[in-house]
């Protein structure tokens, strides 16, 4: 595929955006099915959030191209292909992964009306309704707002220009491809649809990574670049649902139970590879510490934030100190994943556990220094829910760069769960 020649003549009609309601990540059709079980009343608000403030959004995309994309999202429902490779494919093992009851829904699906507004240079952009419609808003929210803005930069490039920048930039891919290839034992899926250049470059990097590492690529967490090029969805869950679980707790005690509560609700309806603890959304150690003895028997950990090697450390000690071999453990590492942090990260921990790694926006969006003022360089873009039946919604992550929330409710939060100073890290994607 000449992607050069297809930007260069780009009509988006052909070529949208969002070209599927399962253009998403596999994670939020399990957490979607696990909401519209357990919490199908909850109204929950989601809000863009643009952490890097200096790409000015407003300024950069157009408000009416960007409203069209939003819209086209609006009519997309399920093809009879793609409902038949969610009830029939087998996921992590298991057939019928995705319930009739939530399928029959899902078919009749189209997502809920959306907020747009501009605010400065910044667009301010809101999903409100029942959560299990408003969070599938989510990551087509962000790869719209992602993609203008690559082609607001590529927009004034002549052919040649645009067919030299992705050589060069398909010439960086390979080169990191080419890296992971000595890494014995490597096991890495690509996490990087919602930060993503655009539809059709993450789907050549999936393929660069198809060809190039052959079984050392597990997969993708896009559902249908996973259907389309037949390899594995790769997902479990997220911090959206202890943060939701948690907004909707009335007592400190409640709060404090609420992040086991989620598990356990997941517990009753996953098991094996999709039994992975993500600790980090109130403080890992925090979490580790006060958690059920049952938890230590799941498959694995993500470890999402903070400094990756003492996250994997503190998970380590914590299964050997409750009777569990790390050995026959997980750890996925997925926080702005480049090559020469998962040599390091594969070399201090392979053999020690299971190792794995979620490579997102420096496998998909990689322009880094390819066009003048680094303007396609990848920036901080976020989709968070906000609130939850009225009630603010908290973050507190082992990284207060990416805390979020009220300050009166961070700092409550921080008390129940005993969070004390943290190291800040830079944030780049």
Request: hydrophobic share 40%; aromatic share 10%; with cysteine.
């Amino acid at each position: 595929m000449d992607i050069a020649t297809r930007v260069y003549n780009h009509k988006w009609k052909i070529d949208p955006i969002i070209r599927s309601l399962i253009d998403t990540d596999f994670y939020k059709l399990l957490m979607c099915q696990s909401v519209f079980r357990s919490k199908p009343d909850t109204q929950v608000t989601f809000s863009l959030i643009n952490r890097s403030s200096q790409v000015p959004l407003a300024r950069l995309i157009d408000e009416g191209e960007l409203r069209e994309q939003l819209d086209h999202i609006r009519s997309l429902s399920l093809s009879r292909g793609e409902s038949t490779f969610l009830r029939g494919n087998t996921f992590y093992g298991k057939r019928q992964m995705f319930r009739p009851d939530f399928m029959e829904w899902f078919e009749g699906l189209r997502l809920p009306p959306y907020h747009l507004e501009r605010k400065g240079d910044q667009y301010e952009l809101t999903f409100e309704g029942k959560w299990h419609e408003v969070m599938l808003w989510e990551i087509p929210a962000l790869a719209v707002l992602m993609e203008l803005r690559s082609r607001a930069v590529l927009n004034d490039m002549g052919r040649f220009e645009l067919q030299v920048l992705y050589a060069r930039a398909m010439t960086r891919v390979w080169e990191k491809i080419e890296a992971l290839r000595g890494i014995d034992g490597l096991s890495i899926a690509d996490f990087g649809t919602r930060r993503r250049h655009g539809f059709l470059w993450q789907d050549w990097c999936v393929q660069a990574m198809m060809e190039g590492l052959g079984p050392k690529f597990t997969g993708t967490s896009n559902c249908l670049i996973a259907m389309r090029r037949e390899v594995e969805a790769i997902g479990t869950n997220a911090h959206e649902l202890p943060m939701v679980y948690s907004a909707l707790a009335e007592t400190d005690e409640d709060l404090a139970r609420a992040p086991y509560d989620v598990l356990s609700d997941w517990h009753d309806e996953h098991d094996g590879n999709l039994r992975i603890i993500l600790p980090d959304t109130y403080g890992t150690k925090g979490f580790l510490e006060h958690a059920p003895d049952w938890l230590a028997g799941w498959t694995g950990i993500r470890i999402d934030s903070g400094d990756p090697a003492a996250g994997a450390e503190v998970a380590i000690k914590w299964w050997q100190d409750r009777g569990e071999d790390p050995k026959q453990k997980r750890v996925i590492f997925s926080d702005g994943l480049d090559v020469d942090k998962i040599a390091e990260l594969h070399a201090q921990f392979a053999g020690r556990v299971k190792v794995s790694f979620g490579w997102g926006t420096l496998l998909t969006n990689d322009f880094r220094g390819l066009v003048p003022h680094d303007a396609l360089a990848p920036f901080s873009l976020v989709c968070k829910a906000v609130s939850a039946n009225g009630r603010p919604t908290v973050k507190l992550s082992d990284n207060p760069e990416k805390a979020m929330g009220p300050a009166d409710e961070v700092a409550r939060y921080k008390r129940v769960f005993g969070v004390g100073e943290q190291e800040r890290i830079d944030v780049i994607v």
